[in-house]
């Protein structure tokens, strides 16, 4: 029979449980993206403060966190009260001139001090840079029909690189601007997985408002684990997924399929997510990796880890036992 672990030796067996995962993790770039959804969430400061908490705790044990966020519903909350009605074609954003700025405003001068201020509560930390500041995001117009929404057409990374290498968790507004110096608004899962890519990063993270990809989108019983970019092919091509979760996927797609080692879909809404997906042997959400070859290898890496664990549990009973 086990005895129950006193609170403190859970703690420590916690920790522990931590020591590998921060080893492997010390220097490495993780980019999260954290969702205006997850951002607004029911008990919006909560959500922040944990959010901040974890950023703070993966810069302390030696990685390098960087922050790209969304910011969509608190851009409709303003246009709402300046009177103007937000239009989506496909799910993105019929952004005139006006709605350009109002992007701007809300997304450099709200949600981005937001974020920067509730990281820098633990120390000196966080610089919130824009897609502007060093043409950290040069871009080009979509399509006419939907006005000022951008496409990447180049990520210039010396801004974040020469801030990474200064400790600083650079925060990033997903505005972008083209040779003319015309802003544009541009989808943050896809700046983020452009950002991820450029930088070399071992992970790109979305926090969003669902606990991961579903198969069937109504049944959270139907959530996929960890998948490849490959069959992920297939789940866009069948519908399976849709809406706010395209960008995302073909995000994970091109940055694992261009030396991104994983990427993951989680839950913004669960208390601490990152530390759980970063420093647990259980993870959680799903994680995204190229292909066949590396899920395998994945697999034998968790049955190794597995195999290490139950010795050390049977050593500790022999050992209690004698
Ligand atoms: P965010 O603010 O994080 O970008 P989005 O609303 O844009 O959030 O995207 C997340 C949403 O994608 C989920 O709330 C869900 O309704 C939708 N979605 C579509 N297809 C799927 C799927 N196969 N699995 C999970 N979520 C899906
Ligand atoms: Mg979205």
């Known amino acids: ?5 006193a609170p403190n030796a859970l703690r420590a067996e916690t920790l522990v449980e931590a020591l590998p995962y921060i080893r492997r993790f010390s220097g490495k770039t993780v980019v999260v993206k954290y ?35 969304g910011g969509g519903p608190q851009i409709s909350a303003l246009m709402e009260r300046l009177g103007k009605q937000a239009k989506f074609v496909d799910g993105l954003r019929v952004t005139d001139a006006e709605t350009v700025d109002i992007a701007r405003m809300v997304l ?3 949600v981005n001090p937001q974020v920067v201020a509730a990281i820098n509560v633990h120390g000196n930390y966080a610089v919130g840079v824009s897609g502007v500041d060093g043409g950290l995001i040069r871009a080009t117009a979509r399509n006419p029909e939907l006005g000022f929404v951008g496409d990447v ?4 990374p010396g801004v974040l690189t020469g801030l990474l290498e200064n400790e600083f968790i650079p925060v990033i507004a997903t505005i972008g601007s083209d040779a003319t110096g015309q802003a544009y608004n541009i989808n943050a899962d896809t700046v983020a997985g452009r950002i991820a890519e450029a930088l070399g990063a071992e992970k790109l993270v979305y926090l969003t408002d669902i606990e991961g990809l579903r198969t069937k989108v109504g049944d959270p019983a139907s959530l996929i684990r960890q998948t490849t970019a490959d069959h992920l092919d297939e789940l866009i091509a069948d519908g399976t997924i849709a809406g706010g979760m395209i960008p995302k996927v073909t995000s994970c797609q091109q940055a694992v399929r261009s030396g991104v080692r994983r990427a993951h879909i989680l839950d913004g809404r669960i208390a601490h997510v ?13 994680m995204v ?32 036992e004698s």
């Open 274 to 286: 990152l530390l759980l997906e970063l420093f647990t042997d259980e993870g959680i959400g799903t």
């Open 289 to 320: 990796v190229s292909d066949q070859l590396a899920l395998d290898a994945h697999l034998a890496e968790t049955k190794a880890a597995d195999l290490i664990a139950a010795e050390a549990n049977t050593d500790e009973h022999s050992g209690a």
């Open 1 to 5: 029979m086990t005895t129950p672990l």
């Open 35 to 69: 969702g205006g959804n997850a951002l607004a969430g029911t008990s919006q400061h909560d959500a922040l403060e944990l959010f901040a908490e974890d950023i703070v705790m993966m810069r302390l044990v030696g990685m390098r966190p960087v922050v790209v966020h």
């Open 153 to 156: 057409t180049a990520i210039n």
């Open 108 to 110: 450099k001068g709200q």
